[in-house]
């Protein structure tokens, strides 16, 4: 077997409650690393074509990363994979915490589920023993509830980690997901929803054994000056200095290369949510349901999510494994049944303020902790309600239709009842609790027009209007709808030009227009993006650190001093396109057409926004995605992987 990755996996069929190891050849690795990459191959090679996305057929992969556990830094994440029920195609999420190292202590790189238990079960792993154990006493019970009581029954000599889903997921809602840590989220693509169909309560892991690493001097010597950059951190601004920084870039007719040190500075003192103020500001955050502007979530209004009332009232700073940043924090609660939360994220605030017209921060740090006790997505549930909003202000919905709430805008009373009713799938909550996309199909009477996705996903907190390549990849990728994969100011961040031949290098400062051009540079960016967070969510990187940049976080040197191959960064991009083309494939055999994914037209500007930071922009999507699939080698009018590219990359026809 090689190294930095444990060569097996779990495969669990919970329809006869078989379980068994299954020995995951070393080709398998260098083609697909772990994380992302091996879920892909699993999922490619055992869900049959149209399964049904809540059926016993579809498999749901709980994937570490192939740096987890080796000394590398910023590699803690795990990822939970499987087809979406919300997209109906590839779904995958990703959250940080502390399960991804649990996956391997107890020797394997993913664990697989297929079929559907009789009644609710929970795997427990200890000590190298897998079993199936009754799960009726924990099926209703919040996540936080649900980790704590798996832990006070704990027998193995190592603390138990968790992965499970709170009644969201139980009740099938398609905008659920998966909590570890005490309600971090691994959200986005509905697979909560997966879990309960298959009567899956929770993942209860315990073991001890360790990951091989071929060349640890070398570790060492990575990790050790990659901290350097993460440690340093210059005196900085108060958080309510964020507003002019977001008002002078939104001003200055040229746009700037940003270097990912700047905002590591600002995620180490506050967090995500450092970026509140200057997102709103420059046209960043999406306001008032994608129709809004930051006129309409100004300076008065905005100040109330500064990032300074997130850090005053965090009781500790939070950690994921191995991570030597945190920009986590664990929140104190004044009002309300809870005590405390995990410090909301960008996010999430954004989600349930901005694009509500909410500046009740009580009311998000409340509904912050409600959506991840229920394992419901923030983002999700703050699109939805967004469109709920809307509907109610057009008279699609009416009080009759709420149960007597007042819908309107900023009402943050109401937009506490209703999540609460999506949570317990109460009346209108009901309809609500699978998503805008599902909700309008219902509601019908032009209620479409108000639900923005990307493929039925709902849209992240960052406009593409303002970053055109965002855009790109919420109608592009094979799992649409998410914020996590480019965008030309992921690509200035990644500094993948100084390892990489041939990318081009962006201009220090550039007119702000050049972001609107079409040209062949935008589709290689987009596709660098992808490409290389493929490897990064292969290894089980996380993103922020990423952000610094290539030459200062070595994912490509770690990954070579793990697994002690000798693979150049091409090498590795080159994986990285494997991952990404077996994805489209899958979706391909799911019966997905590419060029039919929708994104709405908010997010590109038709009509434009007639003032604010995003005024008179719009964006040529069509022609964007269609040469970012050219530049993978897929037909450019369909997205399909062409026979030709199929063939290089050693990928089975669809
Ligand atoms: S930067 Fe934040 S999200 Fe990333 S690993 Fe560290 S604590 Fe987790």
Redesign the pocket.
């Known amino acids: 077997m090689g190294q930095g990755f444990m060569g097996k996996v779990l495969m669990v069929d919970l329809s006869t409650g078989k379980i068994r190891d299954e020995i995951v050849p070393d080709k398998v690795y260098e083609d697909y690393l772990s994380g992302m990459g091996l879920g892909a191959y699993m999922l490619y090679k055992h869900i049959p074509p149209d399964a049904d996305p809540l059926g016993p057929e579809n498999m749901l992969g709980f994937v570490s990363g192939l740096l987890t556990g080796t000394g590398s830094l ?1 590699t ?2 795990w990822m939970v994979v499987g087809k979406s029920p919300l997209t109906h195609g590839w779904g995958d999420s990703n959250c ?2 502390n399960f991804s190292p649990a996956i391997k202590r107890c020797g394997y790189d993913g664990i697989f589920f297929t079929g559907k238990a009789e009644k609710p079960v929970y795997l427990n792993i200890v000590d190298g023993k897998a079993t199936l154990e009754d799960a009726s006493d924990l099926w209703g019970k919040d996540t936080v509830e649900t980790e704590q009581m798996l832990i006070s029954r704990a027998t193995g000599k190592a603390k138990p980690r968790v992965a499970c889903i709170g009644p969201a997921g139980e009740k099938l809602s398609l905008i659920s997901g998966v909590s570890n840590d005490g309600g971090r989220m691994a959200a986005r693509s509905g697979l909560g929803a997966v879990m309960g169909s298959k009567n899956l309560k929770a993942l209860c892991l315990s073991g001890n054994v360790k990951t091989p690493v071929a060349n640890k001097a070398r570790m060492k010597e990575l990790s050790a000056a990659c901290n350097k950059w993460v440690q340093f951190q210059p005196p900085f601004l108060p958080g309510t200095a964020t507003f002019p920084v977001g008002a002078l870039l939104r001003i200055l007719p040229t746009g700037m290369a940003q270097d990912g040190m700047l905002y590591k500075v600002m ?1 180490k003192k506050w ?1 995500t949510v450092s970026m509140n103020q200057v997102s709103i500001e420059m046209g960043d955050s999406p306001i008032k349901n994608w129709k809004g502007t930051n006129l309409d979530f100004g300076p008065l209004k905005s100040f109330s999510v500064n990032p300074d009332v997130f850090t005053k009232a965090e009781t500790k700073k ?11 924090g664990i929140c104190k609660l004044n009002k309300g049944p809870f005590s405390h939360t995990h410090k909301p994220e960008y996010e999430t605030v954004l989600a349930l303020g901005g694009l509500l017209l909410n500046e009740d921060a009580d009311s998000i740090f409340y509904l912050n902790e409600l959506l991840n006790r229920a394992g419901m997505d923030t983002i999700s549930a703050g699109g939805t309600v967004a469109f709920a909003i809307e509907c109610y202000e057009k008279g699609i919905i009416s009080a009759k239709d709420t149960g007597g709430l007042a819908l309107t805008w900023g009402n943050s009373e109401a937009i506490i009842e209703l999540v609460e009713k999506m949570i317990r799938r109460e009346g209108i909550g009901d309809i609500l609790a699978d998503g805008a996309k599902s909700a309008a199909q219902l509601l019908k009477g032009g209620s479409e027009n108000f639900a923005v996705t990307g493929g039925g996903h709902e849209l992240p907190m960052h406009d593409s209007r303002n970053d055109p390549g965002f855009g790109v990849h919420y109608k592009a990728e094979p799992s649409p709808g998410k914020h996590t994969i480019g965008s030309y100011l992921y690509y200035e961040m990644f500094q993948l030009w100084k390892v990489l031949k041939g990318l081009p290098k962006p201009w220090l400062f550039y007119p702000k227009g050049v972001k609107y051009k079409t040209g062949r540079d935008k589709a290689v960016m987009s596709k660098t993006c992808s490409t290389y967070m493929n490897v990064v969510n292969g290894s089980g990187g ?4 990423a952000f610094l940049g290539a030459k200062r976080i070595p994912f490509f040197d770690w990954i070579n001093a793990a697994t002690g191959w000798n693979k150049t960064p091409e090498q590795y991009m080159e994986i990285g396109e494997r991952i990404q083309t077996i994805r489209q494939a899958f979706n391909l055999r799911q019966g997905i057409k590419p060029k039919e994914v929708e994104l709405h037209d908010r997010a590109v500007g038709r009509p434009p926004l007639c003032r604010g930071a995003n005024k008179g922009r719009s964006v040529d999507i069509e022609t964007l995605v269609a040469n970012y699939w050219e530049e993978f080698g897929w037909d450019r009018a369909t997205g399909n992987p062409t026979p030709a590219t199929l063939s290089k990359l050693g990928i089975e026809q669809p």
């Open positions: 910023f803690g994440r940080g915490g995620l967090g939070y950690f994921c494994f191995s991570c030597p940043l945190g920009c986590g996380c993103m922020f650190g």
